[in-house]
């Protein structure tokens, strides 16, 4: 899913492609995209966009007559601009917003087809679409500490719910705990406020690194190519590469649909942490450490390897040909 760094990118590039410009046309093959009736989708055409900005993970175009198109990507959604009335592609194609100079693609990757737009009337409709987590830029380390204490929550979660945090999400809240060299399962309510500052300094300097690294890629085009996978993240989708600080391979857990991804020797003291299905499986088995889960590896693979029989395929039987 687009988190704030991208969809910072997109709230800027929108702006600079269709502020002033008066929907022409808007073409719908997938109406379930549509989440409202009232007013129509269609009573965005012939004004023009006077405004985006964003709300937590969605997209909000404003336009004339007090109307507002909110945008919410999911995982798979995405935008493209393409040149005037362009066909939009096949299955994937949810949405497409005419302009006299363009048309703004919206597509979305996926079967299970979460993206949505809502029309609404007025800025105080708007406050439906609200989450209400912290904005970290906006954010003293008090009011941090008071986020992520209100309830008990491993890090990993607080940080990617959005009721609590704003605009993070699965990939970013990876890339913060690990630039902070914080474990994503230590307890919200443990937290200090020196240890909360630090994570929330982490965390801007995290996001505001990405939103830097994104504009200067992008520059006066249009973001494109959108995705939670990049080579220069440090952890998020580097299972079992080299951790950019230390060296170690980098770890994972799998939980639900979701995962963490971490180093042990920077993040947790070398310790693994639990992944919820093999530790029930393993029970006392699970390895502790990086130096423990080699040892297993390593008589895993003896394991498959079988023992040294000369060449020979069984007992009795001829040596295997080389």
């Known amino acids: 899913m687009p988190e704030l760094p991208d969809i910072t ?89 005419d302009f006299d100079h363009g048309t703004l693609s919206f597509t979305e990757a996926s079967k299970k087809k979460r993206a949505s737009l809502h029309v609404v009337r007025g800025a105080a409709a708007l406050a439906d679409f609200d989450r209400g987590g912290l904005d970290l830029f906006a954010a003293t380390p008090a009011s941090f500490l008071a986020a992520l204490t209100a309830e008990n929550h491993t890090i990993k979660r607080a940080l990617t719910d959005p009721t609590i945090i704003d605009g993070v999400g699965n990939a970013y809240s990876d890339e913060i705990l690990h630039l902070a060299a914080v474990s994503p399962f230590k307890q919200t309510r443990t937290f200090t406020l020196a240890e909360a500052a630090a994570l929330l300094d982490a965390a801007r300097a995290c996001l505001t690194g990405w939103i830097d690294r994104l504009r200067a890629e992008v520059g006066a085009g249009f973001p494109d190519e959108v995705t939670a996978f990049r080579p220069e993240m440090a952890v998020h989708g580097k299972y079992g590469q080299p951790c950019p600080r230390c060296g170690a391979p980098v770890q994972r857990i799998k939980y639900a649909d979701n995962e963490a991804n971490y180093c042990a020797p920077c993040q947790t003291g070398g310790k693994l942490l639990a992944d919820r299905g093999l530790s029930r499986l393993l029970k006392a088995d699970w390895p502790k450490t990086l130096d423990q889960l080699e040892e297993r590896r390593a008589q895993a693979r003896a394991v498959v390897a079988g023992p040294d029989t000369g060449g020979l395929s069984g007992p009795g039987k001829k040596p295997r040909r080389p």
């Open 9 to 97: 990118i997109y709230v800027e590039r929108l702006a600079a492609t269709l502020v002033g410009h008066p929907l022409t046309g808007l073409r719908i093959p997938s109406p379930f995209v549509v989440r409202t009736f009232d007013p129509p989708v269609t009573a965005l055409v012939g004004h023009a966009v006077r405004g985006v900005t964003r709300l937590g993970k969605r997209l909000v175009l404003r336009f004339d007559d007090d109307l507002y198109a909110v945008i919410h990507l999911m995982i798979a959604g995405r935008l493209r601009w393409k040149p005037p009335k362009a066909a939009l592609p096949g299955k994937l194609g949810l949405a497409a917003f």
